[in-house]
């Protein structure tokens, strides 16, 4: 079945650090890939997404490139703010898995003034 | 997009009562999903609720623990039954536009502890 693997928490970095979060998947068809961001108290809002093999989805100065041939869509983001303190979760929906929305476990980011 | 709220925001309940969530949408959505986020964890789709017919549980999810409605395209609760301090969890409620692109819009959840 399809699945969504992403990097244990938390990460903490120092403002203005680079921040990757790694994502890969598991899928049977061609699945549209998402990142989700939670603020604290928050409920999930979509950071940005990619529908197909190259695709890269940006937003807020954040990336992440859909790559088939490693089953991978991690999240970038070359400064990161305090604001940007949060849990992210890496996602994917395919017509297979009947639209479903299936969650990687999420990591949450510190981020240090 | 689409604008979500829920009802209450949080509860804090007792043992062996029952809580019902509420999920308002400001349009017309043909599915609407429930998940609950148990502390420290990601999210786990409890049902898919269509209008019209009954709700479509998923595994580890039962009718009489969870009963859903879906009265109408903007509207939809959620019942946590004889409730235990392990049903303590954030729940969503969601939707999405039925696009082969499927974005899913969340309600800012509700926060439910019970004691």
């Known amino acids: 079945g399809n699945s969504v693997t992403q990097m244990e928490g938390p990460v903490t970095l120092s403002e203005e650090a680079f921040l990757t979060i790694n994502c890969t998947y598991t899928?049977?068809?061609?699945?549209?890939l998402f990142w989700y961001v939670q603020y604290p108290g928050e409920g999930l809002q979509l950071l940005l997404k990619?529908?197909?093999?190259?695709d890269k989805g940006s937003n807020k100065g954040f990336e992440a490139t859909y790559r088939k041939e490693t089953t991978s869509f991690h999240l970038e983001k070359g400064s990161v703010q305090v604001s940007d303190s949060a849990v992210y979760f890496c996602?994917?929906?395919?017509?297979?898995?009947?639209?479903?929305?299936?969650f990687g476990a999420g990591t949450r980011l510190f981020v240090k003034a | 997009s689409a604008v979500i709220s829920q009802k209450p925001s949080r509860d804090i309940c007792q043992r062996g009562t029952s809580l019902t969530i509420q999920c308002q949408v400001d349009?017309?959505?043909?599915?609407m999903f429930w998940y609950r986020q148990q502390p420290g964890q990601s999210l786990t789709l409890i049902a898919t609720?269509?209008?019209?017919?009954?709700?479509?549980?998923e595994s580890g999810f039962v009718i009489d623990k969870f009963p859903i409605s879906r009265p109408n395209l903007t509207f939809s609760t959620l019942t946590v039954s004889n409730m235990s301090p392990e049903d303590s969890s954030i729940y969503l409620c969601?939707?999405?536009?039925?696009?082969?692109?499927?974005?899913?819009?969340f309600g800012p959840g509700t926060r439910l502890t019970v004691l």
């Open positions: 969601s939707v999405d536009r039925g696009t082969a692109a499927d974005t899913q819009y």
């Open positions: 899928a049977t068809g061609y699945p549209s």
């Open positions: 990619a529908t197909k093999a190259d």
């Open positions: 996602a994917l929906s395919d017509q297979t898995g009947g639209f479903k929305t299936i």
């Open positions: 349009s017309q959505v043909t599915m």
């Open positions: 609720a269509n209008q019209g017919s009954e709700a479509t549980y």
